[in-house]
């Protein structure tokens, strides 16, 4: 004979659902943030493309707040680039696009991965809630809503 479900399995099986959907967001955030890594690696490297022999040429540059200046492209060749740690260097522009490109690969990858946890995730979450359905259905009614 099969032991009735109490409330300490229903309350454990909520926790459990709460935590894992927790992570889920948490987990959301973070790809989200990595996507956002991703266009920004792209639009440098579009940017390091479309501006590739345009020396001399005038651009306007963003300073913040909504607020701009004037200035002239003097090196459309050299490009500095973040390495990490608040560290940047100047390297040829083809050197840049492709530690860029490298830098997007890998965030991909991440991302990836980040996706497979997310499906794992997601199967626990509808695992449990498989659970407490069945675990509801089995309680006395007394008991359910006690």
């Keep these: 004979m099969s032991e009735q479900p109490t409330n300490e ?3 454990r099986l909520i926790a459990q ?3 894992h959907q927790a992570q ?17 690696c792209e639009r440098a490297v579009n940017a390091i493309d479309a501006l590739k022999g345009k ?9 913040g707040a909504g607020s701009f200046v004037h200035a002239k492209l003097v090196k459309p060749d050299r490009t500095i680039i973040g390495l ?10 083809d050197a840049a696009k492709e530690r860029l490109n490298d830098r997007k690969e890998k965030l991909a990858k ?4 980040m996706n497979q946890n ?29």
């Design 24 to 40: 889920a967001e948490l987990l959301a955030e973070q790809m989200k943030a990595i996507q956002m890594s991703i266009i920004e």
């Design 84 to 93: 990490g740690s608040n560290v940047s260097a100047e390297m040829s522009s």
């Design 110 to 113: 991440i991302l990836e991965q």
């Design 17 to 19: 659902h709460d935590e």
């Design 118 to 146: 997310m499906g794992e995730l997601a199967k626990r979450i509808q695992a449990i809630q498989a659970e407490a359905t069945k675990q509801a259905q089995t309680m006395p009614v007394d008991q359910a809503y006690s």
């Design 55 to 63: 020396d001399g040429v005038a651009s306007l540059i963003p300073i």
């Design 9 to 11: 399995d229903m309350q």
